[in-house]
Every structure is written in structure tokens, then in C-alpha cells.
């Protein structure tokens, strides 16, 4: 294993809540790989979860902020360059929630307001966030900014309900933000589509079980974890993707370009026999 691929980088990362967070353990690995960094979540999120914990395992601050809120944006990046004395090299944004998702509303009867929080928590937030530092110029050259996506932006996937159009407004953010901040300044916006994976926002998805197994059988190397996608992070924050811009990395096992596979084929046929009604 490479050593110390962030040596003397610094970094903001968003949305550890436990120990279960994709960005936890994308904390850890950057810290492990030599990079010193800033936590932070939303003020509610710190007094639930236990990012304390990461900020003293890892030497870390925690600097609250409301993703959805330019001021806590503001304080969060002028305080971040003063504790790093200077400029941010990467940012990760590991945010998202559906109040749709949450109180169980299927996707035909959607609430509205629901919908427009949903695209401000999980998707503006982004933009929000790539502005912020965009006008402080508070990220070096040849920087990178990373958000965290699922295959519901291109794909339909039972339950996923709203968060597949705001993980679409997402990587488009991505993309546009990305050519802007590239031109402009060199720094890369990149998005990483993971696996489900088992965590507080994954679990509230409806069928997340059964979503797990049917993306596991259907992808030859299996779903990718927690750990898998903070070496995906850690890789597009370092020097060796430094012409890496305004692309959704797959961190999927194989599952986004995957029709039907064996694994799959046998478990349908075992509840064909089961239930007696096979290729009616
Ligand atoms: N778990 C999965 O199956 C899966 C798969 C693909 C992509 N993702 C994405 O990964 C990211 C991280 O999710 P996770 O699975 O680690 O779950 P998680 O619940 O651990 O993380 C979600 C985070 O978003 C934060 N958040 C919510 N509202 C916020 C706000 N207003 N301001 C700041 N932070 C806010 C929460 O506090 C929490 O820390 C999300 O974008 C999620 O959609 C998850």
C-alpha cells in the first residue's frame, strides 16, 4: 500500500456522523495517508452523532456548519484557512436527506416542500459549497473537490424516491462547477458513485436490504464499501489525478454496467421453485 499520498494536505470533510459515515472513514484514510483536516457537520448532527470521537483520533477540529447556509459556509472556510494557515487542497462533500425518504411518501404523491429541502440538503448544498470557496479563492491550484453519488442518477431504482433526481442535479453541478473551477483555476470537481452501503442515510432507503443483495449479486467484484470508497476519495485527492476533472467515478463493483448476471439468474430461479411459477 502507497504511504503518505497526502502528505502535507489539507482538507474540509462533510457529513461524518458515526462511525458507519462514508466520510469517516474517508477522514481516517486521508489522516492515515499524511493529510490534516478539518471535520464538520450540521450543529444537530454533532450533538447526535459521535464525530468527537474522529476529531480526537485524528487530531482534528470540528467547525459546525449548515450546508445549506452561505454564513456557516463563510465562517467554516475563513476559520478552516486560518487553523491550516493557508488555502484548502481538497473538500468532500458526503451530504444528503430526504424528508420524502424519511416519512415514507412514495414517489407519485411527493410533498414539494419536501422535494426542494431534499435538493437544497443534498445537491445545492454543492454548489453552495463550491461557491463559498470560489470567491474566497480559499482552495490552491490544482485542488480537488469531491461529492458523493449513487447510479440513481442515471438509473431508476425502486425507492430511491427523490434523492435519484437530486444525485442527478448533483453530478450536473459537477460538471458545470467543474469547467468554471478548471478554467479558472485549475481545481478538479469530481463526483464518486458508490455501492449501497450501510450507514444512517443508506439504511432509510426502502428495500435498502434487498437493494444490498441485488447490487452484490449483480456486480462481479461485489459491492464496494466504506473503506473501498475512501480509497477512491483519497486517490482523487492526491497529485496522481491531477488532470481527473468533471468525471462520476464508478465505485460500484462492475453493478453500472451490468444487465443480468449468474448470481442473479440462480436466485430467481430459486424463488421460481419456490413459489411454483416459474416463466409464466
Ligand atoms: N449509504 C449509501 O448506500 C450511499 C450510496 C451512494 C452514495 N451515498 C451518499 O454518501 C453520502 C454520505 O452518506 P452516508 O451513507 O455516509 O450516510 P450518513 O447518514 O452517515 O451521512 C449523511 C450526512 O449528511 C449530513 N447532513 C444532512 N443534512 C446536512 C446539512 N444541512 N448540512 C450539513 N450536513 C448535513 C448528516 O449529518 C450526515 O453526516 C450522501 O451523499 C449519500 O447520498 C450513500
Not at 426542494?116 to 491550484?141: G, N, P, W
Not at 424516491?161 to 453530478?171: C, H, P, Q, R, S
Amino acid at each position: 500500500m502507497t504511504t503518505n499520498l497526502l502528505e502535507g494536505k489539507k482538507g474540509i470533510i462533510f457529513g461524518a456522523l458515526n462511525e458507519k459515515s462514508i466520510a469517516w472513514h474517508v477522514a481516517e484514510r486521508a489522516w492515515q495517508q499524511g493529510a490534516k483536516i478539518v471535520l464538520t457537520n450540521a450543529p444537530v448532527a454533532l450533538r447526535m452523532g459521535t464525530i468527537n470521537e474522529l476529531a480526537e483520533k485524528t487530531g482534528s477540529e470540528v467547525i459546525p456548519a449548515d450546508a445549506t447556509s452561505m454564513k456557516d459556509l463563510e465562517i467554516l472556510f475563513k476559520r478552516s484557512m486560518e487553523l491550516f494557515d493557508g488555502k484548502i487542497d481538497f473538500v468532500l462533500h458526503s451530504i444528503g436527506m430526504s424528508p420524502n425518504v424519511r416519512k415514507g411518501i412514495p414517489y407519485p404523491e411527493i410533498n414539494y416542500e419536501n422535494m426542494l429541502k431534499t435538493f437544497d440538503v443534498s445537491a445545492l448544498s454543492f454548489h453552495r459549497i463550491l461557491q463559498t470557496a470560489y470567491k474566497m479563492d480559499a482552495i490552491t491550484e490544482w485542488g480537488s473537490v469531491v461529492a458523493l453519488s449513487y447510479v440513481a442518477a442515471q438509473r431508476t431504482l425502486a425507492g430511491y424516491n427523490d434523492m435519484g433526481d437530486a444525485k442527478a442535479l448533483l453530478e450536473s453541478i459537477s460538471r458545470s462547477f467543474g469547467y468554471i473551477y478548471g478554467r479558472e483555476r485549475h481545481v478538479r470537481v469530481n463526483t464518486v458513485s458508490q455501492s449501497p452501503t450501510e450507514t444512517t442515510a443508506g439504511t432509510s432507503i426502502s428495500g435498502f436490504n434487498s437493494l444490498v443483495d441485488f447490487s452484490d449479486r449483480m456486480s462481479p467484484l461485489g459491492n464496494a464499501d466504506a473503506s473501498d470508497c475512501a480509497d477512491v476519495c483519497v486517490m482523487l485527492f492526491s497529485d496522481f489525478t491531477r488532470k481527473v476533472t468533471m468525471q462520476n467515478i464508478f465505485n460500484d463493483g462492475g453493478f453500472s454496467s451490468m444487465g443480468m448476471s449468474q448470481r442473479a439468474i440462480e436466485q430467481y430461479a430459486k424463488s421460481f421453485e419456490e413459489c411454483d411459477c416459474r416463466d409464466k
